[in-house]
């Protein structure tokens, strides 16, 4: 996609596809309303006026059309609002109207841009503002009267596309924190549950391939673990197994702290015997870390892991989840320190 076809792509679709439609219209329906009352230096040019509300009837169309197919219509988002910028100087030339009530609708490209775009395509807004005021009021004001109408106006223009930028970029980042928090695990840095329930559903949906693969696992006398050393040292153990399974992953999994010190891996694209050796490895490399839980004291853990896989154990994330516990118990049954498939036989180890 060319660069400036990207800056014009709005946050919101849904908002956009609602925005410009509306103040093109308002732009037209004050203009057309007042026009009886306004003072003019000629004859209204009615086929301007016509060409005018063509135009933005024709943003409107292009403007849903773009909200129907979204990101994928992307040259009707770059074109729709600069065509409203178009109309707003043809109705101006119509009316011969180079006054106040003519300028101020340049504010609302502004407006749009400064609050649905992002700063590139808010910059190419203004600049297109700028550029319509200059043609209406260089054509019809005496050249010293223009200047300083298009000075006073870009000056506005650029100060309000500064401060609602600079508002819009805040929230925006403010949103992407608040949803990066609820996604993620504060303690661990792992997703949250609800984030691997959708991971889950997405590879569920694929039925080609290896299948998906769910490790459910949790560590051995946690419980032990906390009443020794406290929570801090509590943390401390599900914190450094945190880092054990992410470096243990692939490009593709996803790992999760489903609650507690249970924690569970999903394994995209995985078939059952390479999800029990990768099951094997991780409570070999739990096994053989050494965990600090406060300075100088370094104790080990062991963890109990529960393996499912789809379509071999379940076809959905509910019956899925289920198998992997199930084989968890099992594990934990077993001895704990290992690792179990969801239908293996007791004595396997």
């Known amino acids: 996609m060319m660069p400036v076809l990207r800056w014009m792509q709005p946050r919101n679709h849904r908002a956009a596809a609602r925005t410009v439609p509306a103040l093109g219209a308002v732009a037209i329906a004050v203009s057309l309303v007042f026009l009886p009352m306004a003072e003019t230096k000629g004859d209204v040019d009615k086929p301007l006026i016509a060409v005018a509300t063509i135009a933005c009837l024709l943003a409107a169309v292009l403007c849903g059309l773009a909200w129907r197919f979204d990101e994928a219509n992307t040259l009707a988002w770059a074109v729709v609002p600069l ?9 101006d030339l119509a009316t011969h109207d180079a006054g106040v009530t003519a300028q101020i609708f340049f504010v609302f490209p502004v407006l749009y841009g400064a609050s649905l775009l992002p700063r590139e395509g808010a910059i190419v807004m203004t600049t297109a503002s700028v550029l319509g005021e ?12 223009a200047l300083m109408d298009t000075a006073y106006l870009t000056a506005a223009l650029v100060t309000a596309t500064v401060l609602l930028v600079r508002s819009a970029e805040h929230q925006e980042a403010l949103v992407a924190k608040l949803r990066w928090h609820a996604a993620t695990d504060s303690l661990t840095g792992l997703v949250t549950r609800r984030t691997f329930d959708k991971a889950l559903e997405s590879a569920l949906e694929r039925r080609d391939g290896d299948g998906t693969s769910l490790l459910v696992l949790d560590v051995d006398w946690f419980k032990t673990v906390n009443d020794r050393f406290g929570h801090p040292g509590g943390d401390e153990v599900l914190v450094q197994l945190s880092a054990l399974l992410v470096e243990a992953s692939r490009r593709g999994d996803v790992v999760c702290r489903l609650g507690g010190d249970e924690m569970a891996v999903l394994m995209p694209e995985c078939t059952l015997d390479v ?13 053989e870390h050494g965990f600090a839980v406060s300075v100088g004291t370094v104790i080990k853990v062991s963890v109990s892991v529960g393996i499912a896989h789809a379509p071999t154990h379940a076809e959905d994330a509910q019956r899925l989840y289920s198998a992997a516990d199930e084989a968890l118990y099992a594990a934990k049954r077993g001895g704990r320190d290992r690792m179990r498939s969801y239908g293996m036989p007791s004595g396997v180890a």
């Open 83 to 91: 065509l409203c910028v178009a109309a707003i100087v043809v109705l």
């Open 134 to 145: 200059a043609i209406v009021v260089g054509t019809q004001l005496p050249a010293d009267e």
């Open 275 to 287: 999800a029990r050796r990768r099951a094997e490895e991780i409570v070999l490399a739990v096994r």
